[in-house]
């Protein structure tokens, strides 16, 4: 399995980006495509999951109501659509694709396969 995540630039606060990360390989309904985060200085943490055996879709407090997950499957691609950007979004994100669970959707141990980041900077 093989992920690529594109997408990032420069934005203003209140501005809009989509990333997408490309994947190949066997990624079957078992399958959970993540998209993480880490700021300078700062873990890794949870932004956005979608579970591809029942397309149930997960997202951080911090990001709910402003992102969106969504899957082309005919594209093998996932989407983060990032609206209402705000200064503590700038982050290196990340998409994965593992067997996460419903326990670990949300945990990067969750993920056995990792993408390259890409650099997401929200500033005026």
């Known amino acids: 399995v093989q992920l690529q995540a594109s997408g990032g630039g420069l934005v203003q606060p209140g501005g809009s980006l989509r990333l997408s990360c490309a994947t190949s390989g066997e990624i079957d309904w078992s399958y959970s495509l993540g998209w993480f985060r880490q700021a300078p200085g700062k873990e890794r943490e949870f932004v956005a999951a979608i579970r591809l055996r029942n397309s149930g879709t997960y997202y951080s407090d911090s990001v709910k109501g402003r992102f969106t997950i969504s899957r082309d499957s005919a594209k093998n691609s996932v989407y983060l659509q990032m609206n209402s950007l705000k200064p503590e979004d700038t982050a290196v994100y990340y998409c994965?694709?593992?067997?996460?669970?419903?326990?670990?959707?949300?945990?990067?141990?969750?993920?056995?396969?990792w993408g390259r980041g890409t650099l997401v900077t929200v500033s005026s």
């Open positions: 994965g694709a593992g067997r996460a669970i419903l326990s670990t959707v949300s945990r990067a141990l969750g993920y056995n396969y």
